[in-house]
């Protein structure tokens, strides 16, 4: 079945360095959503890319859609506290469902 | 998120014993999904429902059971046949379960069973 892969895994890094996690789908996405879980907290939308190769950004975050609609990333510069949590890609099951596949999951630590 | 609880926030029950867990929306949506998280893991698909009267099992339906009566309620029963139930449940919605909606999730359920 369909497979969506996140690394690394974990992240650990001082306050001001860069961070970045990768989502992989195993087939290609009509659309790739992002979405944020603080520690104890519930999975919180924060973006959605479409088109082939489309870069997006919030403030500190830079989200891109690869070319071929497989693979997507997040980037953070100069990470704060306030970035800690989990990161989930997800991307449409296909079929008439169209349920989300969620990605595994990078949990980024950020050391003050 | 805004618009979907879920109740309790944390429940405790004793091996064997069957437990419901409320999920309510207020959004209007048609799809309802539940997901169960397990410490330091991703998010696995439960059961989910594109409108009233309609689920479907996802990928680890075993052990637990739903019902879609109303368009806003999405109740979670968790069975005793559940081998492993301690774990944090996520309800979900969507307006549509369409391929570009994005998904609303409440606030959980931590279940523990002794």
């Known amino acids: 079945g369909q497979q969506v892969m996140q690394i690394p895994q974990y992240q650990h890094v001082q306050e001001g360095e860069d961070f970045t996690t990768y989502c992989n789908s195993s087939t290609t996405l009509s659309n790739i959503q992002w979405y944020k879980q603080r520690p104890g907290g519930h999975p919180v939308f924060l973006i959605q890319l479409v088109k082939s190769g489309e870069v997006k950004k919030q403030k500190r975050l830079t989200f891109q859609f690869g070319e071929a609609k497989k693979n997507s990333s997040l980037h953070i510069t100069a990470t704060q506290t306030t970035d800690v949590g989990t990161y989930f890609c997800a991307g449409p099951g296909g079929g008439a469902t169209n349920k989300l596949i969620f990605g595994t999951g990078t949990l980024l630590a950020v050391q003050p | 998120d805004g618009g979907i609880t879920q109740s309790p926030k944390y429940l405790f029950r004793k091996e064997g014993q069957n437990v419901t867990l409320s999920c309510e929306q207020n959004l209007n949506h048609d799809a309802m999904y539940w997901y169960r998280q397990d410490p330091g893991q991703g998010l696995r698909l439960i059961y989910y429902?594109?409108?009233?009267?309609?689920?479907q099992k996802g990928d680890i339906a075993e052990g637990y059971s739903v019902s879609r009566e109303k368009k806003e309620s999405f109740p979670l029963t968790v069975t005793s046949a559940q081998k492993n139930p301690t774990a944090f449940y996520l309800c979900?919605?969507?307006?549509?379960?369409?391929?570009?909606?994005?998904?609303?999730f409440g606030p959980g359920t931590r279940l523990t069973v002794l």
């Open positions: 429902s594109q409108i009233v009267n309609d689920f």
């Open positions: 979900a919605s969507r307006p549509k379960a369409s391929s570009s909606d994005t998904q609303y």
